[in-house]
């Protein structure tokens, strides 16, 4: 897909992106790159004995991935200016084996005071695959308009 202007979207317009298999190689990646090493997330034998009974994916991993799943879609690419913030709710685990994907829906569109752009809000989830979801958001984006011709 070719990457879209602020005019091509509209409030509740929904897509949902591919799907990723989250492996063991994930985790300790993203550990090593955040520098958390939660026991939570690196040690099997001590995470048998916690409320999950495994390992746990870091919750930032999930929205990191929620951000990148979108933007390989092509949506953004070239068109989108700023990142204006994220609100996120953990709502479930994300294990290494599941399967996640990203669901998006247009919630709120407005213009920017500058003419060549506009804000949109995303409400954003990321799900597993049975359909649970991991992880709420809603996100605001800043986008460029359609240039004048």
Do not use: C
């Amino acid at each position: 897909m070719s990457a879209m202007y602020y005019e091509d979207f509209e409030v509740g317009q929904e897509y949902v992106t591919s799907g990723r298999t989250i492996t063991e190689s994930d985790v300790v990646q993203f550990a090593a790159l955040s520098g958390d090493w939660n026991a939570l997330h690196t040690n099997e034998e001590y995470s048998k004995e916690n409320q999950f009974g495994q390992r746990i994916a870091h919750g930032l991993f999930g929205v990191s991935l929620m951000e990148g799943m979108k933007y390989r879609m092509g949506h953004f690419d070239g068109t989108a200016i700023a990142s204006l913030g994220w609100t996120i709710k953990f709502i479930r685990p994300m294990f290494i084996g599941d399967t996640v994907r990203v669901k998006v829906r247009i919630a709120a569109m407005r213009e920017s005071k500058k003419r060549d752009r506009g804000v949109m809000d995303e409400e954003v989830l990321l799900v597993n695959q049975h359909d649970e979801v991991i992880t709420e958001a809603q996100h605001g984006v800043l986008l460029l308009r359609r240039p004048e011709k």
